[in-house]
């Protein structure tokens, strides 16, 4: 049997995936996680189904030599990508249907927009997972590429960022949406600009709250109290870079943080 | 001896590389060529060196199979983390220099701007090479991550896209440059939008040109007469999408082209 002291294993192409393990860090303290962020190849929703899942893979086969009691995939596009909910014997959680149950919750009028990376959007994962759990409403779905580059240029609160919204998201407005996906671990850094544009009236979701509600049914986490937990972040290119944004995205949870990077491709070939 | 019909080898992160390849097949219609496209890693810019320059040994790698008599790294910032000029005992040409000669003949005030991603900007590649030839003037450089999204968005003549360059560009417009160094491949798509931002006193310098010239030089490149040359143009991902966009900017050469795509990472198990 497993023991509950074992990581549980996350990754993202980048730092996005870190708003996500937030979250987790902050309603499991005990647990402790192993995160993968892969840097040297992001991005990810830019690329094609085959060469997502090739690194959605390898990713896994990565973290399953900590002894993963679970696998979370906190990446959208990476989530399209893998259809199986194991890999290496252990479950594997994604940001997809968490997100999606979050909408149902929400909707008032049954108009939900969803926006996400070409990958992500392309996919249609958001429509069948909302039409798998019964949903009968209208979607409204836009890919967003420029909103990564955005986010990574600090440009959160900008003329060009509001320009760009407009463009993206006017369609799904004038259709009257009341609920919008943010189908990205990027969008939440968003939140305030996309707040503006749409006002109070339309919900912003996204699925950390609902992802922390599956995996405590899951029973594949630590919620014992217990010592806190530890976090090891690996990356595959600019630690430093990461370790500065992470400190700040990170701050106030309880967890020990422990920096490494994976020097150099192939992937991982480097020194572990 | 290698023989003159042997084709030149020709790499870039993505399709940026096809407006160097394109200015080149024009110029020599008889040479063949090998381009590679490494999609499944793009973009090479917001990379670390040590990334930057190991995707670059494995790209002249992959070449080399090709007996190539030369090599261009069609790419700024692949070729800041290359200082060799020769890889697999054949002659490796870079775009870095050319765009500082072509700099050097236009600029009449001394004052020169480069512009590129955070790779080459942070390198200072070509404040160095422009005081390697003898510049004594001053330079002001900036690194404009976001021009390579707008250029794949296609938002080239937008309102979104005048905000951002008047952001990136205003001091060095203000310090009253009289020549730009369009210091990344994808830039010289945005030729119009930064030429109505400076107006007709600035020149705006890309490699293509002086590139040119430094491989008629080498003797490395089939210019007699000849049978049209042939292209073969791999990418590691999204071979459709490269060919839609290839057959648009080659549009008019007379060599005849056929694509490849090198199926899944690691890089180059594939089938070749």
Same mark, same amino acid.
């Given at each position: 049997m497993t023991s509950l002291t074992a990581p549980i294993g996350v990754f993202d192409?980048?730092?996005?995936g870190l708003t996500v393990l937030k979250h987790l860090c902050q309603t499991f303290p005990a647990q402790s996680w192993i995160y993968l962020g892969d840097?040297?190849? *992001?991005?990810?929703?830019?690329?094609?189904g085959i060469t997502i899942h090739a690194y959605t893979e390898e990713n896994l086969t990565f973290l399953s030599q900590f002894n993963c009691q679970a696998f979370i995939i906190a990446c959208n596009s990476a989530s399209t990508q #893998?259809?199986?909910? #194991?890999?290496s014997g252990r479950p594997v959680f994604k940001v997809i249907k968490p997100g999606a149950i979050q909408a149902l919750q929400e909707t008032r009028n049954g108009k939900i927009g969803i926006i996400g990376t070409k990958a992500t959007i392309s996919s249609r994962v958001y429509e069948n997972e909302l039409h798998r759990l019964g949903f009968s409403g209208e979607t409204f779905s836009q890919a967003c590429p420029l909103f990564v580059p955005l986010v990574e240029e600090g440009l959160l609160h900008d003329a060009a960022t509001d320009l760009i919204i407009d463009r993206y998201l006017r369609p799904m407005k004038e259709a009257g949406i009341d609920t919008l996906i *943010?189908?990205?671990?990027?969008y939440p850094l968003l939140y305030q600009a996309l707040n503006r544009y749409f006002g109070p009236s339309v919900k912003l979701v996204s699925s950390e709250f609902q992802l922390s509600q599956s995996l405590a049914h899951s029973?594949?986490?630590?919620?014992?109290?217990?010592t806190p937990g530890h976090i090891t972040l690996y990356t595959t290119d600019r630690v430093e870079f990461v370790k500065d944004i992470a400190e700040r995205i990170l701050l106030g949870i309880t967890q020990t943080i422990e920096y490494r990077n994976i020097s150099g491709p192939p992937l991982y070939e480097g020194s572990l």
């Open positions: 192409s980048g730092v996005g840097t040297a190849r *992001l991005p990810y929703g830019t690329k094609s #893998f259809p199986s909910d #194991f890999h *943010l189908g990205c671990t990027h029973h594949c986490v630590q919620t014992e109290p217990h």
